[in-house]
């Protein structure tokens, strides 16, 4: 495999380049911008992997862009003249797609995009585990080739993909991550409002968000759906509106409107379930 050159030691650069040196993978570097970032970087990737924006670039054939979404086109401009021709330049939005780096596409490089679904919330803590997780790959058939060459490096599952509508992958992707992840914080804060004991909340909320997303995965749809919704206990829905917070009685109201909506078709509604809305 070609050496890789990670550009941006922040929360998925990092921890997709201790990932891969983990691994083996041949790295020409991590080029880190600001100090805090190479310190970052020097505690878990060996001395002379760490790039600084002064240092002379080693001339690559594989970058992967894990800068911002708005510097991503700044930085690959930038990068372009030291690169070899033809390089395969990624980045890892899935907000953008791979029309953000058309200007580099038109100047004969490979480009395309390498978005993992999966979290990074820090560089560092806690180790993201890459095995299993889809990313998703688009772009040059020369870039998309090199990308998944470093997704099963990974032990990533790839998923190619044409003509996306970005924005709405993204949108689904927040519904499944940082959304849930507010969820979480919300039924928390439920919870201890309601006496339950503090320090045990996390872990009750912990258990039963994995076992609602393993259903999920395993039905691939509402078959494994529990709970009042399903079995059409509509005192018990009304009980719930009246003892939530207004801020999370309105994600409550929106979630419930939506499922409603679906298991309206596959479902019996019981009587009287319309007044209720
Ligand atoms: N975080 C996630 O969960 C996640 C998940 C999937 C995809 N992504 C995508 O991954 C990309 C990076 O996101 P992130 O969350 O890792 O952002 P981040 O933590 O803010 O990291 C961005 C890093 O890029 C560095 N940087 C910017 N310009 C640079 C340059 N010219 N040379 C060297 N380093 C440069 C910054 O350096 P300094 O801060 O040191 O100045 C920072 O460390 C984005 O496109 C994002 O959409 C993120």
């Known amino acids: 495999m070609e050496p890789w050159l990670i550009v941006g030691a922040g929360r998925l650069g990092l921890q997709l380049a201790r990932g891969l040196s983990q691994r083996d993978v041949p790295l020409a570097g991590i080029l880190c911008r600001s100090p805090e970032s190479r310190a970052n970087a020097g505690k878990v990737l060996p001395e002379q992997l760490l790039l600084d924006a002064d240092d002379p670039l080693p001339v690559v054939a594989r970058v992967l862009l894990a800068v911002r979404d708005r510097e991503i086109e700044e930085t690959a401009r930038a990068l372009a003249p030291g690169l070899a021709s033809q390089a395969v330049i990624l980045h890892c939005s899935g907000a953008l797609g791979p029309a953000v780096l058309e200007p580099l596409a038109q100047g004969g490089f490979a480009t395309g995009v390498f978005h993992p679904m999966l979290a990074f919330p820090h560089p560092l803590e806690p180790p993201v585990d890459f095995r299993g997780a889809v990313v998703t790959l688009a772009g040059h058939p020369v870039a998309v080739a090199a990308a998944r060459e470093l997704a099963q490096a990974l032990g990533m599952l790839p998923v190619e993909v044409s003509n996306l509508t970005w924005p709405l992958y993204h949108a689904a992707a927040a519904l499944a991550g940082p959304l849930v992840y507010a969820l979480l914080q919300a039924a ?12 045990k909340a996390p872990q009750a909320v912990a258990n039963l968000a994995k076992t609602a997303a393993e259903h999920a995965h395993r039905a691939g749809g509402w078959g494994f759906l529990t709970g009042p919704l399903v079995r059409g206990d509509w005192e018990t829905v009304r009980a719930h509106r009246s003892a939530l917070q207004p801020e999370v009685r309105a ?3 929106a979630i419930t409107a939506f499922t409603r909506a679906r298991l309206g078709r596959e479902l019996p509604l019981e009587e009287g379930e319309r007044e209720d809305e």
């Open 188 to 199: 928390r804060e439920e919870l201890q409002r309601a006496g339950f004991p503090a320090e």
């Open 251 to 253: 994600m409550y109201d």
